[in-house]
């Protein structure tokens, strides 16, 4: 079925770095949703992009939808501890969203 | 406020004793969804049910059925565990089905299983 690709795979920061994640498709996505999974913890969704070249910010979070719609980004800027965890994208597949492998990202005190 | 709830949260059973997984909702979504997750790999969809409506992913085993008695309540079945089925299993809500846009899913804490 249809996958797409995140990079990277593990990220280890220092508190305060900037951190960024990519989601990449071959094909073009109607939609993207992101969701944060803390260790021991279930995903949790964090925001859907819809349009081409949207840019959607939470806080310290900045979320981009690629001008083609294949790709996507999720930006942390000063991360913090509490940001650990993985970060899924996620994409319609049929009926249903398909998650991407995720990014694992620690963060050193 | 509990949305999603999974019971129970860790879940001890032999290989080849049947074992069921609940999950229940209190958000009066159509769409109840099943996920297998295994360490460090994203949640694997098994299946869903949109409303009474079974929709089972092409490579879910045999071993993996579900039921839904009603629009609060699913059931995970597994019928013969193997050692490869320990995991952790997600259930998951939406109002309408995950790929209509806009629509976002709403995860219970997710059941762990130990295969002995």
């Known amino acids: 079925g249809q996958q797409v690709m995140q990079i990277p795979q593990y990220q280890h920061v220092q508190e305060g770095e900037d951190f960024t994640t990519y989601c990449n498709s071959s094909?073009?996505?109607?939609?993207i949703q992101w969701y944060k999974q803390r260790p021991g913890g279930h995903p949790v969704f964090l925001i859907q992009?819809?349009?081409?070249?949207e840019v959607k910010k939470q806080k310290r979070l900045t979320f981009q939808f690629g001008e083609a719609k294949k790709n996507s980004s999720l930006h942390i800027t000063a991360t913090q501890t509490t940001d650990v965890g993985t970060y899924f994208c996620?994409?319609?597949?049929?009926?249903?969203?398909?998650f991407g492998p995720g990014t694992r990202l620690s963060v050193l005190p | 406020d509990a949305m999603v709830i999974q019971n129970p949260r860790y879940q001890v059973t032999q290989f080849g004793k049947p074992v069921t997984l609940s999950c229940s909702q209190t958000?009066?979504?159509?769409?109840m969804y099943w996920y297998q997750q295994k360490s460090s790999q994203a949640p694997k969809l098994l299946f869903h049910?949109?409303?009474?409506?079974?929709?089972n992913e092409a490579d879910t085993p045999d071993n993996f059925q579900s039921r839904r008695p009603n629009t609060s309540f699913c059931f995970l079945d597994i019928r013969s565990p193997g050692l490869g089925d320990a995991a952790m299993y997600l259930c998951?809500?939406?109002?309408?089905?995950?790929?209509?846009?806009?629509?976002?899913?709403?995860f219970g804490p997710g059941t762990r299983l130990l295969v002995l």
């Open positions: 992009l819809v349009k081409s070249g």
């Open positions: 958000l009066n979504h159509n769409v």
């Open positions: 998951a809500t939406s109002r309408q089905t995950s790929g209509r846009s806009g629509e976002t899913q709403y």
């Open positions: 094909t073009t996505l109607s939609n």
């Open positions: 996620a994409h319609p597949y049929g009926q249903n969203f398909v």
């Open positions: 049910y949109y409303d009474k409506d079974f929709n």
